[in-house]
Nanobody
Framework: VQLQAFGGGLVQAGGSLKLSCATSGSIFSIVAMGWYRQAPGKQRELVAI???????NYVDSVKGRFTISRDNAKNTVYLQMNSLKPEDTAVYYC??????????WGQGTLVTVSS
């Protein structure tokens, strides 16, 4: 298994969750890692990305609330989600882009935010 995501759950609006995505294999070939999410009846959208150089980017709806980070020693990428809103409810998927190979996906982890 290349990627394993953890940390989803049920939280009240205004609360926080931290998702983790552990990857196997060499980290040196990874170009970028990130998180997508897919809400019921909606298309999958890119939430956050972190490049091998450490640059980050976020979808506008989560800017200022979510933070993507990585721990190279643990081969893990995190998504800290604060001030959660009901519209953040979705299945969250992590991915990694490996140079010369392509994209790997982790299994989804469900985040449910109650109002």
């Amino acid at each position: 298994v290349q990627l394993q995501a953890f940390g989803g759950g049920l939280v009240q609006a205004g609360g926080s969750l931290k998702l983790s995505c552990a990857t196997s294999g060499s980290i040196f070939s990874i170009v970028a890692m990130g998180w997508y999410r897919q809400a019921p009846g909606k298309q999958r959208e890119l939430v956050a990305i972190i490049t091998s150089g450490g640059s980050t980017n976020y979808v506008d709806s989560v800017k200022g609330r979510f933070t993507i980070s990585r721990d190279n020693a643990k081969n893990t990428v995190y998504l800290q989600m604060n001030s959660l809103k009901p519209e953040d409810t979705a299945v969250y998927y992590c991915y990694k882009d490996v140079g010369g190979i392509g994209r790997y996906w982790g299994q989804g982890t469900l985040v449910t935010v109650s109002s």
